[in-house]
């Protein structure tokens, strides 16, 4: 394992300590200007999701309406009852992407998508960087709030559902991530790069998790363009299972 990321996992509670949990479930506020100008304003306002930590898989309640949920795994992704019946449904759920711009709106599964495999990232960083196929490499330090911060390359093996294969993870003299840049493929070719930032990490069973966090897109010079807010996440009430 590359040394920086070993250091990142034992600060959030070590492999061994992940290794004996299955599942998390937070309470999530969504927010932000993404969702808005994808036709799906909030849905994602007060939800709780529940994530597997060894298989990818997330689940959302509600979703849309009382009484459904959403139901994702890298190759599919679904709308149920609250009892498991399938309400609709796609496989290849990606695919259903092609040709989209960033201002194209989104069905209720095009955001069942999205909002599952992102909040799985999110919910199993940095463990999930450490399993098979993962490919990571140091790059050169990076100045910002008066830090200094080592980056992380990462690129993602095919099996994982994610925001683009390539992304870069900043880490503190603490050991926290700081900052996630990756591109948003599913927004469409001419997506720019976003800052996905993190704060108020906090120990839950064991475990460092960030509570909060502010996605920006940058300009040019990978600068986050800070006058709108594309997406925000606080969680609360965080279980490990």
Same mark, same amino acid.
Not at 214 to 234: F, Q, R
């Given at each position: 394992?590359?040394?920086?990321l ?54 959302? =309640? ?10 994702? =795994? ?10 498991g019946?399938?309400v ?31 909040m ?41 559902? =994610? ?8 880490? @503190? ?7 996630? @840049?990756?591109? =948003? ?23 460092l ?9 940058? @300009?040019?010079?990978?600068n ?18």
């Amino acid at each position: 394992m590359n040394d920086l990321l070993a250091k990142v996992i034992a600060v959030h509670g070590g492999m061994d300590r992940w290794n004996e949990l299955t599942s998390v479930s937070a309470r999530v506020l969504g927010g932000g200007g993404l969702w808005a100008l994808k036709g799906q304003e909030g849905v994602l306002n007060d939800v709780v999701t529940r994530a597997e930590l060894h298989r990818q898989s997330a689940r959302t =309640t509600p979703f849309g309406a009382p009484g459904l949920r959403s139901s994702v =795994t890298p190759d599919r992704a679904a709308i149920e009852t609250e009892a498991g019946e399938v309400v609709e449904e796609r496989t290849r759920p990606r695919d259903a992407f092609a040709g989209h711009e960033v201002g194209t709106p989104w069905d209720r599964l095009h955001l069942a998508y999205f909002n599952g495999y992102a909040m799985w990232n999110y919910l199993t960083e940095p463990f999930l960087l450490a399993g098979p196929g993962f490919r990571i490499e140091e790059l050169a330090p990076h100045h910002e709030y008066g830090e200094v911060w080592r980056p992380l390359r990462v690129v993602f093996p095919d099996g994982v559902a =994610t925001h683009s294969r390539e992304q870069t993870y900043y880490v @503190d003299e603490a050991g926290h991530i700081r900052r996630h @840049d990756y591109v =948003t493929e599913v927004f469409g070719p001419r997506a720019p790069v976003a800052a996905n930032y993190s704060f108020d990490a906090r120990m839950v069973d064991g475990i460092l998790v960030p509570t909060r966090r502010l996605v920006y897109l940058t @300009d040019d010079n990978g600068n986050p363009v800070k006058d709108t807010v594309i997406v925000s996440i606080e969680l609360q009430d965080i279980r490990f299972e």
